[in-house]
């Protein structure tokens, strides 16, 4: 049997015309005739490996030697539940010829032959019809240009035309990563300052490192699987477990009437209850969790629960819904310096604006993962689990289960990331996890799949930032005033904190003396947010560039004139009266001006411009300085406890979690230069809760920090008890000496202390010191963006860091190219979308879109910045895991300026909206060309 594959084989999402018994297998595709040209054409969410927005196959048959259009066929997907023909177009304009004029006329028909309601499946409306017309574009002038190799038609595409079907650049470029030199006189064989490779590259690219989930089955565990509500706000009427218990292999139901202690965890004095048990808030929401013997019984067991709910309201989804209910968590917070209102009065200029900035998923490649494991004995449990404080964790499986926390150790070998979310969600989840198993008496083993995942544990916090600003003719900015919300979900988490650190940070690199800023954690019914590396840094600091970007957009002059004139310099005070010095910061700066041939490429940017009228380049320059170390002094502290055995192997345990960071294979580093042993006599197996107790977590960048520190002074106290030793025979071996002080009763095994530092920050007074020293960067990204798609391409970023003196710069760069990739990811492409309802849309790979290999810049150059010292942390390093995230943000900014330049072609100037991810749909309607111009014409007559 033979079927045609034609407009009519789709006849809906996923439906052809196939019976339910039959398969293709095969498809005939005719070879084109003379004449005869096909075409297709495709915009995604991501260049590579991602589902269409809209996608179209255009076909052509001229008439022989002619340009008369004898045949046309145009199709479209991504624009209705199935395949599209624009048939009536293709009838009104076969027989005339392919010029400019019967364009016009397609354009016209196709607006009125592909109709999209604004409230279509998918959203996106104008910015999908746009694409229908700029897809046809591109068929036409590709058709011109071949009816002009054909020597058909006289007609040239003009040369500023053709960067419409010019493919964007692809050629990787050779890369440069400049290291910095080891201390003069440093002896070869201390490690410190050399690019170590990472101490588990190997087993991870070979697949040999152990996660969590590849810890073998214990004989009789069984498997847990969370039930969520599926209702945004709701009173709990019954929870009917009944049918649940008969799925074979189901043991037992959890919920929150099986806790035998405290039913809730408190962050910053809010409380979140572990398991709903009266009302829920968000659809996500833990109401219970099924224990069986495998996955599978599990799931099919949490599909037997029927929940009854009871709708409550208000529902509040928005921003600026809550903002309207005032639906907020307390406290807000303030910070002001100086006058705004008599700075205001004083201004040439004041401008007003807003950016909304959205929310960002941590997609570690390691979904949630735990294994508790009861010991029958004195109500012990072992804990294995994917978690970046196991302390906490153990303190809330203690109380949860009413048991002292000396009963309960946590076990953490590595994880596969982490980014901030794994601190909260992961002890509520590792707590239910425990209920299951102090219940059953067996090992209970949780392992997210990656849609709950993504549904239960929340991400960044989406942020809306309005501003005013009063400035000078000049670009002097005296006056800024600034409120941030936040949409923290339906529970409190980390959201005061981060409103916290926004108001810390929200001066950037800048000097403003008359600065105001307000910030408020929105509370919402959708999924509590936590979390993430930058802590709501990468958030505020765009606001804050954006208005910098505004000040020069209204003045006329470049963005990075405006920077340099309100940059710090010289010894200064923040906005909270920390004293600081930005020399670094000013030699970053001048550095990547210099590195990255900024003003050429400026010149050559704004000449490829004024040649290509549908491909534009931007270019942007954008600084960083971030405060590094908790705010809060107690987290500051760290512990170690180094063993050395009879054959001179050590063992080095540490408070810190490796997430892939190289937090151990720096703390090798630091063991072997404080004990003069080569890395490969050190090892360091894991970190626990009943070796090293009482850890703070690994996060704001303070991780090397603290337990470097601490690993340092417990090797010190070691190497000083050997120092006798050592004296007598100064010509014997490690293992000698070690052996000698084994029979002299020497005591080979030491803890560590680090205090770290006494910060805190005074919210009162509006003043502190809640950072121990601050890391600065400067990154420069030239982009190239086509006009008609929203598509654009990474051409180059350059990116100087001052990061002190590096411990391992090979890992330290590493971490500066992932963040900066992850910052583009969140300024660019990743977007959360959500129903009406509150229920997420993005729940995995295919609607969620994290940066792919295509999207890294073409040449990619990191420089660490030489000379720069840092009394305030180990060996003069900074931390780095955090800071360069914002620096993507230049991608960003380098789209606006491209865009600026396509909008000065269309006569608009000025200060416009871009909102971040600035994905593809936002950029095309940015640009505002003719073909969205029509659509919202038509959109207006209609």
Not at 399 to 408: F, K, M, Q, W
Request: hydrophobic share 35%; proline share 5%; with cysteine.
């Amino acid at each position: 049997k033979e079927i045609a594959l034609n407009e009519n084989f789709f006849v809906g999402f996923g439906k052809t015309t196939l019976k339910p018994d039959e398969i293709v297998v095969s498809v005939f595709i005719p070879h084109s005739k003379r004449g005869e040209f096909v075409r297709a054409f495709r915009q995604a969410p991501r260049q590579e490996n991602a589902f269409p927005t809209v996608i179209s196959g255009m076909r052509v048959q001229f008439r022989d030697g002619g340009n008369i259009i004898e045949d046309l066929s145009i199709f479209y997907g991504g624009v209705g539940p199935c395949t599209i023909s624009a048939r009536k177009t293709c009838q009104e304009i076969i027989g005339r010829p392919w010029n400019e004029e019967v364009m016009g006329d397609a354009y016209r028909l196709l607006l009125d032959e592909i109709l999209l309601p604004p409230s279509a499946p998918g959203g996106m409306v104008e910015f999908r019809r746009a694409l229908t017309l700029s897809f046809l574009f591109k068929f036409y002038l590709q058709m011109l240009q071949k009816l002009r190799e054909m020597d058909v038609s006289l007609v040239d595409i003009p040369g500023e035309f053709s960067s419409a079907i010019r493919p964007f650049p692809g050629k990787i470029e050779p890369s440069y990563q400049e290291f910095q030199e080891v201390a003069q006189g440093q002896p070869g064989q201390d490690p410190v300052g050399r690019p170590t490779m990472h101490r588990s590259a190997i087993s991870q690219a070979t697949g040999e490192a152990v996660y969590c989930d590849d810890i073998p089955r214990t004989e009789g565990e069984l498997f847990m699987v969370m039930v969520t509500s599926t209702r945004p706000y709701a009173k709990l009427i019954n929870i009917d477990i009944s049918e649940a218990l008969k799925v074979p292999g189901v043991e037992d139901v959890i919920t929150a009437k099986d806790i035998p202690g405290k039913k809730f965890r408190t962050f910053t004095g809010i409380d979140e209850e572990l398991l709903a048990e009266n009302e829920v808030s968000c659809v996500g929401q833990i109401v219970c969790a099924v224990v069986a013997d495998t996955r599978q019984h599990a799931k099919r067991g949490a599909a037997a629960v029927k929940i009854t709910y009871e709708d409550l309201h208000p529902q509040i989804f928005t921003i600026e819904e809550a903002i309207e209910k005032k639906s907020f968590f307390k406290p807000e917070r303030k910070i002001e310096k100086g006058n705004t209102k008599e700075a205001f009065e004083k201004a040439d200029q004041v401008l007003e604006g807003e950016i909304r900035i959205g929310g960002q998923e941590h997609f570690y490649m390691e979904t949630q993962s735990m294994l508790v494991i009861p010991i029958q004995e004195e109500k012990e449990y072992k804990v294995y689990l994917s978690t970046q404080h196991p302390t906490y964790t153990q303190e809330s499986i203690a109380e949860t289960l009413g048991i002292p926390s000396n009963r309960v150790s946590c076990h953490v070998k590595r994880l596969g990331g982490a980014f901030g979310g794994k601190v909260t969600k992961t002890s509520v989840i590792a707590s239910i996890t425990a209920v299951a198993a102090w219940k059953t008496g067996r090992a209970v083993r949780c392992v997210l799949e990656r849609g709950d995942d993504m549904l239960i544990t929340g991400g960044r916090h989406p942020t809306l930032g309005r501003y005013k600003i009063g400035f000078m003719n000049n670009g002097r900015i005296i006056a800024a005033d600034v409120h941030y919300y936040t949409n923290a979900g339906n529970t409190g988490d980390e959201s005061v904190l981060v409103i916290e650190k926004m108001l810390l940070h929200m001066d950037n690199s800048y000097n403003i003396p008359n600065l105001r800023g307000l910030s408020t954690a929105c509370r919402t019914n959708l999924p509590s947010n936590t979390a993430f590396r930058g802590f709501g840094v990468p958030q505020c600091m765009l606001v804050t560039e954006s208005w910098i970007n505004d000040v020069a957009m209204k003045l006329g002059c470049s963005t990075e004139k405006v920077r340099e004139i309100n940059m710090y310099n010289g010894v200064s005070r923040t906005h909270y009266k920390q004293e600081f010095d930005p020399h670094n910061l000013l030699r970053c700066w001048s550095e990547c001006q210099e590195k990255a041939s900024f003003f050429n490429r400026r010149i050559a940017a704004e000449e490829f411009n004024k040649q290509n009228r549908w491909k534009k380049r931007g270019i942007a320059m954008v600084p960083i300085k971030y405060g590094i170390a908790f705010a809060e002094g107690f987290l500051n502290q760290a512990a170690a406890l180094v063993h050395i055995y009879k054959d001179g192997s050590v063992l080095v345990s540490h408070g810190g979690i490796e997430m892939g960071q190289g937090i151990h294979t720096k703390i090798q580093q630091v063991a072997s230069r404080e004990l003069k042993i080569p890395p490969s006599l050190i090892h360091i197996s894991e970190t626990s809760t009943n070796v090293v107790p009482n850890t703070c977590p690994s996060a704001a960048s303070y991780g090397t920090d603290a337990n470097g520190m601490a690993v340092k002074d417990a090797c010190r106290t070691l190497l000083q008890r050997l120092e006798p030793i050592i004296s007598k025979n100064p010509k014997g071996t490690w293992q000698k000496w070690i052996t000698t002080a084994f029979f002299q009763k020497i005591s080979l095994s030491a803890t560590g202390f680090y205090r770290g530092f006494d910060l805190c920050m005074d919210w009162e007074k509006e003043e502190g010191r809640p950072y121990a020293y601050f890391t600065y960067g400067v990154s420069c990204t030239e982009v190239e963006i086509d006009c008609l798609t929203g598509d654009h391409k990474n051409i180059r970023a350059d990116i100087i860091m001052d990061i002190g003196r590096s411990i391992n710069p090979s890992v330290d760069i590493g971490q500066i190219e992932g963040a900066f990739v992850q910052g583009l990811g969140l300024y660019t492409m990743e977007e959360l979308k959500f129903s009406p309802s509150g229920v997420l849309y993005t729940r995995g790979p295919a609607q969620y879109k994290i940066p792919a290999v295509c999207d890294v810049p073409l040449k990619f150059n990191v420089y660490l910045l030489a000379g720069s010292q840092n009394p305030h942390a180990i060996y003069s390093s900074k931390g780095i895991g955090e800071p360069v995230l914002f620096l993507g943000s230049s991608v960003f900014f380098a789209i606006k300026d491209a865009v600026s330049a396509t909008r000065k072609e269309h006569g608009l100037s000025g200060p416009f909206t871009l909102n971040s991810p600035a994905t593809a749909e936002k950029i095309c309607l940015a640009c505002s060309d003719c073909f969205t111009q029509m659509v919202r014409f038509h959109q207006d007559v209609c």
